[in-house]
Protein backbone atom coordinates (compact mmCIF):
# COMPACT_ATOMS: atom_id res chain seq x y z
CA UNK A 1 0.00 0.00 0.00
CA UNK A 2 1.46 3.22 -0.93
CA UNK A 3 2.31 6.07 1.84
CA UNK A 4 -0.12 8.61 0.86
CA UNK A 5 1.78 11.35 3.61
CA UNK A 6 5.12 10.70 1.54
CA UNK A 7 3.31 11.02 -2.12
CA UNK A 8 1.89 14.45 -1.14
CA UNK A 9 5.09 15.54 -0.06
CA UNK A 10 6.68 14.62 -3.05
CA UNK A 11 4.23 17.09 -4.75
CA UNK A 12 4.58 19.88 -2.65
CA UNK A 13 8.33 19.71 -2.96
CA UNK A 14 8.20 20.36 -6.93
CA UNK A 15 8.16 23.74 -8.47
CA UNK A 16 4.58 25.60 -6.88
CA UNK A 17 1.96 26.88 -9.51
CA UNK A 18 -0.42 25.94 -12.26
CA UNK A 19 1.53 24.15 -14.71
CA UNK A 20 0.83 25.05 -18.29
CA UNK A 21 1.67 23.49 -21.45
CA UNK A 22 3.43 25.51 -24.45
CA UNK A 23 4.49 23.88 -28.32
CA UNK A 24 2.70 20.78 -27.16
CA UNK A 25 5.16 19.14 -25.24
CA UNK A 26 6.73 21.72 -23.06
CA UNK A 27 5.57 21.80 -19.68
CA UNK A 28 6.17 25.85 -17.64
CA UNK A 29 5.58 26.82 -14.81
CA UNK A 30 2.23 28.62 -15.30
CA UNK A 31 3.73 31.43 -17.51
CA UNK A 32 3.65 31.33 -21.42
CA UNK A 33 7.06 31.48 -22.69
CA UNK A 34 6.37 35.31 -23.98
CA UNK A 35 5.92 36.22 -20.03
CA UNK A 36 9.01 34.65 -18.60
CA UNK A 37 7.73 30.60 -17.89
CA UNK A 38 10.21 28.72 -16.33
CA UNK A 39 10.68 25.69 -18.13
CA UNK A 40 9.66 22.38 -16.30
CA UNK A 41 9.79 19.34 -18.58
CA UNK A 42 9.65 17.91 -21.59
CA UNK A 43 7.75 15.33 -23.09
CA UNK A 44 8.16 13.13 -25.78
CA UNK A 45 3.90 13.18 -26.44
CA UNK A 46 1.55 15.84 -26.02
CA UNK A 47 -0.85 13.43 -23.65
CA UNK A 48 2.34 13.32 -21.14
CA UNK A 49 2.91 17.06 -21.28
CA UNK A 50 -1.03 17.16 -20.97
CA UNK A 51 -0.77 14.61 -18.21
CA UNK A 52 2.28 16.23 -16.33
CA UNK A 53 0.82 19.85 -16.16
CA UNK A 54 -2.55 18.54 -15.06
CA UNK A 55 -1.16 16.09 -11.88
CA UNK A 56 0.47 19.39 -10.69
CA UNK A 57 -2.42 20.50 -8.83
CA UNK A 58 -4.92 17.52 -9.52
CA UNK A 59 -2.76 14.53 -7.49
CA UNK A 60 -2.30 16.64 -4.13
CA UNK A 61 -5.82 17.36 -4.52
CA UNK A 62 -6.39 13.78 -4.88
CA UNK A 63 -4.19 12.85 -2.08
CA UNK A 64 -5.71 15.11 0.60
CA UNK A 65 -9.25 13.56 -0.16
CA UNK A 66 -7.87 10.05 0.14
CA UNK A 67 -6.12 10.81 2.99
CA UNK A 68 -9.38 12.72 4.66
CA UNK A 69 -11.44 10.00 3.39
CA UNK A 70 -9.79 7.33 5.29
CA UNK A 71 -9.79 9.18 8.70
CA UNK A 72 -13.14 9.55 7.98
CA UNK A 73 -13.42 5.27 7.38
CA UNK A 74 -11.26 5.27 10.35
CA UNK A 75 -13.27 6.74 12.14
CA UNK A 76 -16.75 5.07 11.44
CA UNK A 77 -15.32 1.88 11.81
CA UNK A 78 -14.23 3.08 15.36
CA UNK A 79 -17.78 3.71 16.35
CA UNK A 80 -19.12 0.73 14.83
CA UNK A 81 -16.26 -1.23 16.95
CA UNK A 82 -17.17 0.94 19.90
CA UNK A 83 -20.96 0.94 19.68
CA UNK A 84 -21.15 4.12 19.18
CA UNK A 85 -23.61 3.36 15.99
CA UNK A 86 -25.02 0.33 15.39
CA UNK A 87 -24.97 -1.97 11.86
CA UNK A 88 -28.80 -2.20 11.11
CA UNK A 89 -29.51 -4.70 8.67
CA UNK A 90 -31.00 -2.61 6.01
CA UNK A 91 -29.61 -4.59 3.31
CA UNK A 92 -27.01 -6.54 1.73
CA UNK A 93 -25.30 -3.92 0.18
CA UNK A 94 -24.90 -1.68 3.77
CA UNK A 95 -22.98 -5.14 5.39
CA UNK A 96 -20.88 -5.34 2.32
CA UNK A 97 -19.77 -1.97 2.36
CA UNK A 98 -19.33 -2.02 6.11
CA UNK A 99 -17.51 -5.49 5.72
CA UNK A 100 -15.47 -3.75 3.10
CA UNK A 101 -14.42 -0.88 4.80
CA UNK A 102 -13.48 -3.05 8.09
CA UNK A 103 -11.34 -5.40 5.64
CA UNK A 104 -9.41 -2.46 4.20
CA UNK A 105 -8.50 -0.83 7.65
CA UNK A 106 -7.14 -4.12 9.02
CA UNK A 107 -4.63 -4.57 5.83
Excluded at 51 to 58: I, L, M, V, Y
Aim: aromatic share 8%.
Amino acid sequence: MRDLNADLAVCEAATRGNWLVADGVYVLDGESWETGGSFVAECEREADAEFTAKAREGWPEAIRRAIATEGLLHGLVDAINRGDLRQVRMSSGTDYAIGSAKRYLSR
